[in-house]
Nanobody, 120 residues
Framework: QVQLVESGGGLVQAGGSLRLSCAAS????????MGWYRQAPGKQREMVAV???????NYADSVKGRFTISRDNAKNTVYLQMNSLKPEDTAVYYC??????????????WGQGTQATVSS
């Protein structure tokens, strides 16, 4: 009963930037961790960045210093600012949220994914 809608993907040249957004909606009571994961062609999905409800981030080593995760709890939205993009960042990026619904059920939800392509 919770839906995550992502936006902000696209095509960018190496060194450029993208800003991803993910808005959660539905019968949400609270959202604990929110995060971004990505899946590159031929690879398994990997964690990119997560952020706690209080705003504490955690990043994959491969993106540390280049990406910034943030969230707006009032909007149930998480963002991923991606700077200094590299071709190896090319992937489908998925939003994830650890949600407690108004029915007090805890579940993890995924967005549909948004494609980020970095050209060389």
């Amino acid at each position: 009963q919770v839906q995550l809608v992502e936006s902000g993907g696209g095509l960018v040249q190496a060194g450029g930037s993208l800003r991803l957004s993910c808005a959660a909606s539905g019968r949400i009571f609270v959202i604990n961790d929110m995060g971004w994961y990505r899946q590159a062609p031929g690879k398994q999905r990997e964690m990119v960045a997560v952020i706690t409800i209080s705003g504490i981030p955690n990043y994959a080593d491969s993106v540390k210093g280049r990406f910034t995760i943030s969230r707006d709890n009032a909007k149930n939205t998480v963002y991923l600012q991606m700077n200094s993009l590299k071709p190896e960042d090319t992937a489908v990026y998925y939003c994830n949220a650890d949600v407690i619904t108004v029915q007090h059920m805890r579940s993890s939800y995924w967005g549909q994914g948004t494609q980020a392509t970095v050209s060389s």
